[in-house]
């Protein structure tokens, strides 16, 4: 068999598109510090809302979307807290975006998808359902206030 040479060239061309592309995926994850959120076995304890303080600024916040809200809604935590988000959904598929700290994640019914956010500064980051969710979908949001004393 035989390859022509301009099958050699395209073959060659779409090699380094490919690698191109790799490349710019794992340039992109390390400047952007993006992690791939964890996918954890069903479990029902995660479907009610909840907030636990592990230690002075370990926390875990099981969140719980649906048409159309996230509970908990407000979270307060101190400032240099890591929070552990535990999302799932009550009903159809809904986002979680927290713009300000490059999350994204998707709430899916029957599944429980995990990630891992560290808040240092003080402030009030949002919560933002960036997936379409019906009509109340532009209402759809939460709070993370960091240092409440002050955000208060
Ligand atoms: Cu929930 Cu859009």
């Given at each position: 068999?035989?390859?022509?040479?301009?099958?050699?060239?395209?073959?060659?061309?779409?090699?380094?598109?490919?690698?191109?592309?790799?490349?710019?995926?794992?340039?992109?994850?390390?400047?952007?510090?993006?992690?791939?959120?964890?996918?954890?076995?069903?479990?029902?304890?995660?479907?009610?809302?909840?907030?636990?303080?592990?230690?002075?600024?370990?926390?875990?916040?099981?969140?719980?979307?649906?048409?159309?809200?996230?509970?908990?809604?407000?979270?307060?935590?101190?400032?240099?807290?890591?929070?552990?988000?535990?999302?799932?959904?009550?009903?159809?598929?809904?986002g979680?975006?927290?713009?300000?700290?490059?999350?994204?994640?998707?709430?899916?019914?029957?599944?429980?998808?995990?990630?891992?956010?560290?808040?240092?500064?003080?402030?009030?980051?949002?919560?933002?359902?960036h997936e379409?969710?019906?009509?109340?979908?532009?209402?759809?949001?939460?709070?993370?206030?960091?240092?409440?004393?002050?955000?208060?």
């Amino acid at each position: 068999m035989t390859i022509d040479k301009s099958e050699k060239k395209i073959l060659g061309i779409t090699l380094a598109l490919i690698g191109l592309f790799v490349f710019s995926l794992l340039y992109a994850k390390n400047k952007y510090k993006s992690d791939v959120p964890e996918c954890l076995p069903y479990d029902k304890a995660y479907t009610e809302p909840k907030i636990n303080q592990l230690d002075s600024n370990t926390f875990q916040v099981f969140s719980v979307a649906s048409m159309w809200q996230f509970q908990p809604a407000e979270i307060y935590i101190p400032a240099g807290s890591e929070v552990d988000f535990y999302l799932t959904s009550k009903d159809v598929v809904h986002g979680f975006n927290i713009s300000d700290k490059n999350i994204n994640m998707m709430a899916v019914y029957g599944a429980i998808n995990k990630t891992t956010v560290k808040f240092d500064k003080p402030g009030v980051y949002d919560i933002v359902c960036h997936e379409y969710c019906g009509v109340g979908h532009q209402n759809m949001r939460a709070q993370v206030i960091v240092n409440y004393p002050e955000a208060k």
